[in-house]
């Protein structure tokens, strides 16, 4: 682990984005994941159609099963925003290249899927 001292930034770190950036890359984009970090439960009341769930709380220091390649285009979001700007950092410090946060699902207009 490398010393990075006190105040200086790390220099891997997640894009944030607006809800409407995010539909535009969703439409430009091909080979990304849509990343809901909330709880399962908060995930089958509706989640952004083909999003995948992991939840903030289990994302730590070990390697994540669902997300393979780091380097892939990782779009992150949760409720309101919060959550997902800690899951972004968390998968930033694991190796994570292409993490772009965009928010909470309450700014979502587009179609909701319900159900797992």
């Not at 001292?5 to 439409?27: F, L, W």
């Not at 430009?28 to 999003?51: C, K, M, T, W």
Request: glycine share 8%.
């Amino acid at each position: 682990m490398r010393d990075t001292g006190a105040n200086e930034k790390m220099t891997n770190t997640y894009r944030q984005i607006s809800m409407d950036e995010a539909v535009t890359m969703m439409a430009q984009e091909s080979d990304y994941i849509i990343l809901d970090v909330r709880r399962p439960d908060e995930f089958a009341e509706g989640h952004i159609p083909n999003a995948i769930n992991v939840p903030n709380e289990i994302i730590g220091t070990a390697e994540i099963p669902a997300l393979p390649d780091k380097d892939q285009l990782i779009m992150v979001y949760c409720r309101s925003g919060r959550r997902s700007k800690g899951a972004s950092e968390k998968l930033v410090e694991l190796g994570y290249t292409n993490i772009v946060e965009f928010g909470g699902i309450l700014d979502w207009t587009g179609e909701v899927v319900k159900g797992e």
